[in-house]
């Protein structure tokens, strides 16, 4: 597994280095690497399966992700440095991630459509205009159909599409807001699973996939669930 990961991220280095990155719909020239720190050492997550927001790639703004806030506004702030892997993880990137909490009922309410996993990372402090890139390792030439673990006060709309492909995936976010919950802020943390969210189209290998807020913003994104449609 070691040899295999080590080499996947070689590859990426080689395709990388060819030029200079001119945005994130430019393969040839995408400077980025998929996500890994001392925790997390698998490569790029694997389609099918689950594939976390969190695990952006590596590569920083205009290559990685864009965001316009350059502050990551869940780790090292509202989630305290204090030595803890949840709780900095990521905290210099400006793309703000944060995770699920069991205690007082933050993310694990009555008010919830599905109930996430504790400790579950998302991606977080969304605003329309910010993107962010996640290398994956396909498995099969298919069509893929998704499923979006996430809440969002507004609803919205978001899009997946693979870097270098025409046309991406354009998702309609249904709101989770719940006027019944009489915690104002507990409105960003109703989590559903909206299924069968859309398809692409991807090839066997290595694939980069690109998430954009389109509208509203106010979402928290954690996971998109790749299954091939037969």
Not at 27 to 49: C, E, K, L, M, N
Not at 73 to 85: C, I, K
Not at 160 to 169: D, L, W
Not at 180 to 204: C, E, F, Y
């Amino acid at each position: 597994m070691r040899l295999r990961t080590r080499g996947i991220f070689a590859l990426c280095a080689l395709l990388a280095c060819r030029a200079g990155a001119s945005g994130p719909d430019t393969p040839a020239t995408y400077r980025g690497v998929p996500f890994h720190d001392g925790v997390y050492t698998s490569g790029p997550q694997r389609i099918p399966g689950r594939v976390q927001c969190a695990y952006f790639d590596l590569g920083g703004e205009g290559v990685a992700y864009h965001n316009s806030d350059t502050i990551n506004h869940g780790s090292g702030r509202l989630n305290p440095a204090n030595g803890t892997y949840l709780n900095e993880f990521r905290m210099n990137e400006a793309v703000g991630t944060s995770y699920t909490k069991f205690h007082d009922a933050i993310d694990n309410s009555a008010f919830n459509i599905v109930v996430p996993t504790e400790g579950q990372l998302y991606v977080g402090w969304t605003s329309p205009g910010e993107w962010f890139n996640l290398t994956v390792d396909v498995a099969r030439t298919g069509t893929y159909a998704m499923d979006l673990l996430y809440t969002s006060n507004r609803g919205g709309d978001i899009s997946v599409g693979v870097m270098g492909a025409p046309g991406a995936a354009v998702v309609h976010v249904i709101s989770t807001r719940n006027p019944s919950d009489p915690v104002a802020w507990r409105q960003w943390h109703h989590w559903n699973l909206m299924k069968d969210i859309g398809t692409v189209r991807l090839a066997q290998g290595i694939n980069v996939l690109t998430v954009r807020i389109l509208t509203e913003g106010n979402m928290n994104l954690a996971a998109l669930d790749f299954r091939e449609r037969k």
